[in-house]
């Protein structure tokens, strides 16, 4: 029997397995998930949140890498066109790119031809998605692509090491969204561009449960708390934000 895309919206996570909490992961050293415990409040879990508070927001639940088989449906293009996404990212060929919460590399292996005198870094906790990701790269020929094991708290990156940081509905299911924050701020180089993908929470009829949508206010509110300003949203997707920060 075919299950429907609405189905699965409404029954999975809509983000890539980004880097939350889940049950099997990389999580670093105490010290370093612990770094900026007065950022955050602790409350009953909400419905698919994980009852942990940032900036008024609860964090939500994470997919994990049993649902990688969504991320990679046939229909994502159509439904969320992430052509247009690409478009909006203006890349230039030598960028380096990370893409954070990689998953299996869905759009790590669309963004890899683009940048061919640069480099993808794909970004994931889990280790059973750097092993898809280290598969993929062999049956898609992408010797510019590298995975990399990050944490629940730090993505793994060297300062002033990326043009351009990509999470495509992963911020909000970050378990440690400063911390990895302030990691990536410091990936930057000049110039650099940190660029979220996120449901709109402004619109009711965008039908993802509503801790996995963003509204721009909290994701602007969010950025500025690690020195990251709004340049620019891009409103031409369906369903989601293109929130584009830089320093």
Known sequence: MKISALFLLLTFSPALTSC????????????????????????????????????????????????????????????????????????KQTDVVADIGAGTGYFTFRIAPKVPRGKVLAIEIQQEMIDDLNRNKQTNKAPNVTPVLGTISNPK????????????????????????????????????????????????????????????????????????ELKEVYKQLPQQHVMIFGR
């Not at 900036?55 to 247009?84: K, N, S």
């Not at 090491?161 to 990895?180: G, K, N, Q, W």
């Not at 180089?189 to 009711?204: I, S």
């Open 157 to 228: 990156l060297p300062a002033n090491s990326i043009d351009l940081a990509l999470m495509v509905d992963a911020y909000h299911e970050f378990s440690h969204p400063r911390e990895m924050m302030e990691h990536l701020v410091k990936a930057l180089k000049p110039g650099g561009r940190v660029v979220l993908v996120e449901y709109r929470a402004e619109d009711p009829n965008v039908m993802i449960k509503p801790s996995h949508k963003m509204t721009v206010a909290q994701a602007t509110k969010e950025m500025k708390a690690v020195g990251l």
């Open 20 to 91: 939350g909490q889940t049950t099997r992961q990389n999580p670093g050293s105490s010290r370093e998930a612990d770094t900026s415990k007065t950022a955050y409040q602790y409350r009953e879990a909400g419905y698919d949140g994980i009852g942990k508070v940032y900036m008024g927001r609860e964090i939500a639940q994470v997919m994990g890498h049993l649902g990688a088989a969504w991320l990679d449906r046939p229909e994502r293009e159509q439904e969320e066109r992430t052509d247009l996404l690409l478009d909006a990212l203006r890349l």
